[in-house]
DNA sequence: CCAAAAGTGTTTGAGCTACACCCATGG
DNA sequence: CCATGGGTGTAGCTCAAACACTTTTGG
């Protein structure tokens, strides 16, 4: 490691893939992406994953968390890096190097969302975006493919959900992520066989049919077994 | 994001963490890290990973590979970027961010290789470094959990060994990364269903005791299969 | 009473685990 | 012929996959 402060330096970014599950409608059953609609040069007027510089004295995390509290306005969300893009010619001005992170939101309680600051944010089909600008689409489907490595090893797919969900709803939350679809019976035996979820007692409400236990995540117990070399998987 | 060149940057660097299998002593089973000592402030005679900056115009990788290659001699090795270590405080100097990969070295064929202009580099068992630089403890143990499970979920581990490898190194190279024994039948019955592994037809030479047979890993079988949806597991 | 989703068990087969002895070779 | 590692099979068990009907509720 040489001392070459005399060298030019590449600049550094962060960006965030923000992914969210449809909340009301029941139909849209794909996951969803944030972007936002760029209003410089250059890819002006083109939609792009929101991120910007990071400062001095700001350690990554920080800087992905401002970055999209500023332009999304949402704060307090689940944010985790994935990889570092570096390539030169990414960026058509200079040689910028992204550190990317994806990012979970509940839009359950986040509601509409888009009704904060951000008049240019909007929420798109993840596989369906429109042309995005500098490398975003290969950042996207790196995200994705991380996501779902990642919501298999975890339990951060209930960063997706409220507090409170039913079991239908975090199958559904695994089939729109992975991407296929799963056997019910077969999905609630094991999920409820790790015994990390708690019966709050309390039911569903609101639907024309027979409404659904609640559960909660026993983020508690989760973090004791896993010092105990538990580990969860699927 | 913002146009905003003025802004102070904060430095970029690559940094490897390379690791080794112990070649010729069946003894040394214990997982190698290659350390250089630094000959310059801050942290001067301390040990440290080596590394540096990433230069205008050239990817991470590329920089990480140059930096492998100026400061320990080593070239045409495997190297995959696993984490960004961003704390403004890593470096006592100024704001560095580092973008960490690890590195595996096959030393059956690179045999001794401190010999080549890395006068201060050496080998270290991978669990008991001396202190190192920055925060490169954390680097190093971190590149050592992301090793476990790639190894697990990809075959990368034959790098570390000779093109043709006995069933047996395969194993303890396993054993190694891993820290915990294997059963023999077992790990050869998965390892031989797999299919990946070719029967060169030839064995083991200068050992005082029967001759293993030597295999070589299939890369464009493996390739073909992983295409059609198969995954590496263990 | 109808529509819609919730909830629930069993069977089958694949694959993991545990385990011990004979074989080939060089010295 | 001895020491050293090479090489092999099986039984039991666990767990994943496949699969269909009854229950509850609101409208």
């Known amino acids: 490691m040489n001392t070459s402060y005399q060298y030019p330096r590449p600049a550094l970014t962060v960006d965030c893939v923000v992914f969210g599950i449809g909340a009301s409608d029941a139909a849209t059953r794909k996951l969803q992406v944030l972007l936002i609609q760029r209003d410089l040069p250059p890819f002006k007027n083109a939609w792009a994953l929101p991120g910007g510089f990071v400062r001095i004295n700001e350690s990554l995390d920080q800087a992905a968390a401002r970055e999209l509290r500023e332009e999304t306005g949402l704060s307090k969300v689940y944010l985790e890096q994935f990889h570092t893009f570096g390539d030169p010619q990414r960026d058509p001005r200079e040689h910028v190097v992204s550190v990317a992170h994806f990012a979970l939101v509940n839009l359950f309680d986040h509601k509409v969302l888009a009704a904060t600051d951000a008049r240019d944010a909007d929420w798109f089909d993840a596989d369906q ?50 991407n296929q679809s799963l056997d019910k019976r077969n999905f609630r035996k094991k999920l409820l066989a790790m015994e990390l979820l708690i019966d709050t007692q309390r039911k569903q409400t609101g639907v024309a049919h027979r409404a659904a236990k609640l559960y909660r995540f026993d983020r508690t117990k989760y973090q004791r077994l896993q010092k105990a070399g538990f580990h969860f998987e699927l």
């Open 129 to 178: 975006t429109p042309k995005l600008a500098f490398d975003h689409q290969l950042i996207l489907t790196s995200a994705w493919q991380r996501l779902q490595q990642a919501v298999r090893q975890r339990p951060i797919g209930f960063e997706l959900l409220p507090r409170e969900f039913t079991l239908t709803q975090l199958q559904q939350l695994y089939e729109v992520i992975l």
